[in-house]
């Protein structure tokens, strides 16, 4: 599968931005899927991540109540709502799909997009 993220830009703190992953391939609706974040200089971190149905979520405890995972599997597509955003928000943002399961741990994870930038202001 190929993923595409899109809808990063520049916003100021407090605002919402909501990016989309939109991805080839048949076989969309039975890989996990995650979001994760670089910020410049630092690791690649875990954000949120579901389940191949969208039943089930998991969130970075930064985000908890800002942020809202969702996938539309008729779409081949994957979406993270943020708001209220924050200027630790700041990183490109990778959207992931996984063969196996939902995870926080980047190694589960077998396919990526190129990112997205998302720069939130003071």
């Known amino acids: 599968v190929q993923l595409q993220a899109s809808g990063g830009g520049l916003v100021q703190a407090g605002g919402s931005l909501r990016l989309s992953c939109a991805a080839s391939?048949?076989?969309?609706?039975?890989?996990?899927m995650g979001w994760f974040r670089q910020a410049p200089g630092k690791e690649r971190d875990f954000v949120t991540a579901?389940?191949?149905?969208?039943?089930?979520?998991y969130y970075t405890d930064s985000v908890k109540g800002r942020f809202t995972i969702s996938r539309d599997n008729a779409k081949n597509a994957m979406y993270l709502q943020m708001n209220s955003l924050k200027p630790e928000d700041t990183a490109v943002y990778y959207c992931?799909?996984?063969?196996?399961?939902?995870?926080?741990?980047?190694?589960?994870?077998?396919?990526w997009g190129q990112g997205t930038l998302v720069t939130v202001s003071s």
């Open positions: 391939g048949r076989t969309f609706s039975t890989y996990a």
């Open positions: 992931a799909a996984s063969r196996t399961r939902y995870s926080r741990n980047i190694r589960e994870y077998d396919y």
């Open positions: 579901m389940t191949w149905s969208g039943g089930t979520t």
